[in-house]
């Protein structure tokens, strides 16, 4: 219990490690749950963003900045991901006027 | 201390806002949430001292990518709560799936030993001096190909968009 509060007061590697999880869960539930297509991309980018705080933290705490560069690579992937994905879901919109992945399945099977 | 403090609200705000992401019924709440929620993670990297990150996290995310998908929600006109629901097997599979992968991570995490408390905000690795030394001499190579990496996705993007 005292190494609890001990861990409470402080911020170690470790509450960014159970942040970070919390966030990566939060965003694949938001992948499974929802059917629009938007939330779906929103929730890759939460995923996205708690790796990338992880990395930071890390890189920080091994006082290392590759780390942080990488997070800045991941930023730029994720830019032209998101002007891809978008295009696509503007796209798909057009040709179909629902972006419900549900109706999507021509390749599932 | 203080900035102890300023972890756990900044956490708070966090994972609260992007809970509203995946709860809230119409999309143009869900990018706002996400708004404050790339806001928040950008407080904890000026917590850690990475000041460049920071800048460039609201920069790229809140400012270039949210807009970008306000744009799309908007011009798609999906600002109504016409989204049907998933069938609830679908939704407690999805929530079984999510609980899973959480027993795994507790699971894998729980044995790490208490690394040792340390002052993040007293090293200066996260200044722009420092990553741009680093980014213009380990990271070149990368660095420029990057920028094929965005010329094929403007070419992609105006090969999509554009009409038959």
């Known amino acids: 219990m005292e190494n609890i509060i001990l861990q409470l007061q402080s911020i170690s590697i470790n509450s960014y490690i159970w942040l970070s999880s919390i966030l990566f869960i939060i965003g694949i539930m938001g992948v499974l749950i929802r059917r629009n297509a938007i939330v779906v991309f929103m929730s890759i980018e939460m995923m996205l963003n708690s790796v990338n705080l992880l990395l930071a933290a890390f890189s920080v705490y091994h006082n290392d900045p590759s780390g942080q560069v990488f997070v800045f690579f991941i930023m730029v992937v994720a830019a032209a991901e998101v002007a891809v994905g978008l295009a696509l879901l503007v796209m798909i919109y057009r040709n179909t006027q629902t972006i419900d992945i549900n109706f999507l399945n021509k390749l599932k099977w | 201390m203080f900035s102890t403090i300023l972890f756990y609200i900044l956490s708070v705000i966090l994972v609260f806002s992007s809970l509203m992401v995946i709860f809230s019924r119409k999309p143009i709440n869900s990018v706002l949430f996400l708004i404050v929620s790339f806001f928040a993670i950008s407080g904890h990297y000026i917590l ?67 690394a040792p408390v340390q002052d993040f905000s007293d090293n200066s690795i996260g200044l722009i001096k420092n990553l741009g030394k680093t980014l213009f001499t380990d990271f070149l190579v990368p660095f420029e190909l990057t920028s094929v990496l965005f010329l094929a996705s403007i070419v992609g993007t105006l090969m999509i968009g554009k009409k038959e």
Do not use: H, R, W
């Open chain 2, 48 to 114: 850690l001292n990475a000041q460049f990150l920071a800048v460039v996290n609201i920069i790229v995310y809140a400012g270039a990518i949210m807009v970008l998908f306000l744009f799309t929600v908007m011009l798609l006109n999906l600002n109504k709560e016409t989204e049907p629901k998933k069938s609830a097997l679908v939704k407690i599979i999805a929530v079984i799936t999510g609980c899973l992968l959480a027993v795994t991570l507790v699971g894998s995490l729980k044995g790490i030993d208490n």
